[in-house]
């Protein structure tokens, strides 16, 4: 049996131009950590589609994560949907504006919202996950009581 991992590791590769996994233990991106998180709260109807918000931890536009990311969309069943948000122009978390969060805050904690499960697709760095997906987080985490 093939896990959606493997798949995904496979499509990657392919992407990649004959990039095995082998190779990739050696550099800090190939550290990819898939987490698949379901929506506390919800309930999810068999046979009906189901919403998935992807992101990735990595702001590099040619990160392993992101392609990952891609071939995630491509491998999809057809009752799930993969819509993805970008968390570059997320500004650094400000305690001072949380009640009134920017724009790209909103969305983000709108999609969020709407969406039935989580896809964060994330390098390693400095044995934690990267600044730009805790900042994410933080945002979408505060303020408490009105928190995605």
Do not use: C
Not at 43 to 54: D, E, N, T
Not at 93 to 121: G, S
Not at 134 to 147: E, H, L, M, T, V
């Amino acid at each position: 049996m093939v896990t959606m991992t493997q798949t995904i590791t496979n499509e990657v590769g392919a992407a990649l131009g004959g990039w095995a996994p082998e190779q990739a233990a050696q550099e800090e991106e190939a550290q990819d950590v898939l987490a698949y998180v379901s929506h506390p709260g919800r309930s999810i109807v068999m046979g009906a589609s189901i919403k998935i918000l992807g992101f990735a931890g990595s702001l590099r536009k040619q990160s392993y994560n992101r392609l990952a990311l891609r071939a995630a969309t491509r491998l999809l069943p057809p009752e799930a949907q993969l819509d993805t948000f970008e968390l570059d122009n997320i500004p650094p978390f400000n305690q001072d504006d949380e009640r009134e969060p920017p724009l790209t805050v909103r969305a983000f904690k709108a999609a969020i919202e709407a969406a039935a499960a989580i896809l964060i697709v994330t390098p390693e760095y400095n044995y934690s996950v990267p600044g730009v997906l805790k900042n994410a987080i933080d945002w979408a985490s505060r303020p408490y009581g009105d928190n995605a």
